[in-house]
C-alpha cells in the first residue's frame, strides 16, 4: 500500500505541476518527483518554528507542556522536517477546516495518538483563535472531542491502546486479539488515524488484562511481538472490509520511538533522553530501525483499499531532544516517549496535512 501511495503522491504532484502552468498555487515544490518521499530526508534549523505559541494554546495536556514545567532549551522547537526531494508547506489551518467542512478526523490509538491530536488543536487554533468550539470529554468515556463551530469540524481522540478489546469476563480481564467491537463507532470518521504498540510490552502493574486471548486459546501471556502482529490483521481485516473509502480516508501512524537508553545514540545505557538539546545528526540512527515497523508494512500490505502509513519512525527516533523528560506536570517519571507540544508532533500533522493535498482527499 505504501508503495502504491507513494507512486499516486508522485503522480498528483506531476499533474499539480502541469496544472498550474509554472505558477505554484500551494508551497510546495519538487526537486525531483518520481524521489519524493517525505519521510526521507533531514532535520533543518528554522527560526520561523514553532508553528504556534504555546501559552496561546488551551489545549496542551500538562503531560506535554514542556514550557509551563520549566524546561530551559528552546531550540527542540525550532526544526523543520526537510524531505530530500520535495517540500513541506506550511500547515494552513484555515484551509484545512474549509477542506474538511461538515466532517469528522479522528485519532484512535494510546497517548502517542493523543499527543498527535493536541498538536493539532493548538495548530488549529493558532489559525483561527475566535472560532466558537464546542469540546466533549468525560471520565469513562474513552472519547475527547472538539467541534470548530463555524465550521463544522470534529476533531477526536477515541482513547483504544490496543485497537483490539479488553472484556471483563468471569476469569478476568481478557484481552482479544481477534475482536474490536469499537470499530463501529470508528466509521463515523471521514479521515481516521491509528496507532498501536507502546501498550504492548507493558506488563506487571502496568498490565491491564489478565489474560489473553488467541483464537480459542485463553492464554497468561503470548511473545507480545507475535500478539500485536495478530491484534493489527485484526484492524486490517476489519479496515479491509468496513472502511468506505469514498467517505473515510485511513493513515496508520507508524511506531513512535522511545529514547529511555542513549547507548541508542552512542552515550552511556544509563541516560537517558534527558538533557538532550538537539537531533542525532543522521542519515541514521545509530540504534538501527524498530523492527515493528516492518510487521506494520507487511500488514498494510495485505490491505487492499487505500491506507497510508504515516511513516514517522525514523524522522522521530532523530529527534531524542523532543520528549518531555522530567519537564512535565505529571512528576511520575522521566518521560522518554511522548513528545513536548509545540514540537515534533507538529511535525506529523504537517506531513499529514502534505500527504493529503497531495493524495488530492
Ligand atoms: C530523478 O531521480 C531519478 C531516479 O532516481 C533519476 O533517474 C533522475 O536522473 C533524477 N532526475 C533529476 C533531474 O535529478
Ligand atoms: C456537521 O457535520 C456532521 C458530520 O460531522 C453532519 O452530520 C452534520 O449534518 C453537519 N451539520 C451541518 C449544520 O452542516
Ligand atoms: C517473539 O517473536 C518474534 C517474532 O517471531 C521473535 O523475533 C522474537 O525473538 C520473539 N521473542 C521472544 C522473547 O521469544
Ligand atoms: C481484503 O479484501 C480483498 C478482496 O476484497 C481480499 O482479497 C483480501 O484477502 C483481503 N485482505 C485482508 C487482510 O482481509
Ligand atoms: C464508491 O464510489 C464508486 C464511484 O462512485 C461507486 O461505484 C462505489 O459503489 C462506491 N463504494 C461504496 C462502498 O460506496
Ligand atoms: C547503570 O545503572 C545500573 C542500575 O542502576 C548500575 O548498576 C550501573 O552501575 C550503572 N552503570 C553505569 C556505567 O553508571
Known sequence: ????????????????????????????????????????????????????????????????????????????????????????????????????????????????????????????????????????????????????????????????????????????????????????????????????????????????WDFIQDGNKILKDMNRTVAFSKALTTWAKWVNSSVNPNTTKVFFQGVSPSHFHANEWGKSFNKSCYGETEPVKGPRYPGGPVPQENTIKDILKTISKPVSLLDITYLSQLRKDAHPSSYNGIHLRLDCSHWCVPGLPDIWNQLMYTALKLNGF
Not at 104 to 130: E, K, R, T
Not at 154 to 180: F, H, Q
Request: aromatic content about 14%.
Open 1 to 208: 500500500m505504501n508503495v502504491l501511495f507513494h507512486a499516486l503522491l508522485c503522480k498528483s504532484l506531476l499533474l499539480l505541476l502541469l496544472l498550474q502552468n509554472g505558477t505554484p498555487v500551494m508551497s510546495l515544490t519538487i526537486k525531483n518527483s518520481s524521489r519524493c518521499n517525505l519521510y526521507q530526508g533531514s532535520w533543518v534549523y528554522d527560526e520561523s518554528y514553532p508553528l504556534y505559541d504555546a501559552a496561546k494554546c488551551p489545549h496542551i495536556r500538562r503531560e506535554f507542556d514542556c514550557l509551563k514545567y520549566g524546561r530551559p532549551d528552546k531550540d527542540y522547537l525550532k526544526y523543520r522536517w526537510q524531505p530530500t526531494f520535495c517540500n513541506v508547506p506550511r500547515f494552513d489551518g484555515e484551509e484545512f477546516l474549509k477542506m474538511w467542512s461538515g466532517k469528522m478526523i479522528m485519532f484512535v490509538g494510546d497517548s502517542l495518538s493523543l499527543n498527535q491530536w493536541q498538536s493539532l488543536l493548538c495548530i488549529l487554533h493558532a489559525a483561527v483563535p475566535d472560532v466558537v468550539t464546542s469540546s466533549s470529554s468525560s471520565g469513562r468515556n474513552p472519547i475527547s472531542s472538539l467541534t470548530y463551530k463555524g465550521y463544522n469540524v470534529t476533531v477526536m481522540y477515541y482513547r483504544a491502546p490496543y485497537l483490539v478489546d479488553i472484556i471483563n469476563e468471569k476469569i478476568g480481564r481478557v484481552l482479544k486479539l481477534d475482536s474490536m467491537q469499537a470499530g463501529n463507532q470508528w466509521l463515523q470518521a471521514n479521515l481516521l488515524i491509528f496507532n498501536t504498540w507502546h501498550w504492548w510490552l507493558r506488563s506487571g502493574q502496568y498490565q491491564p
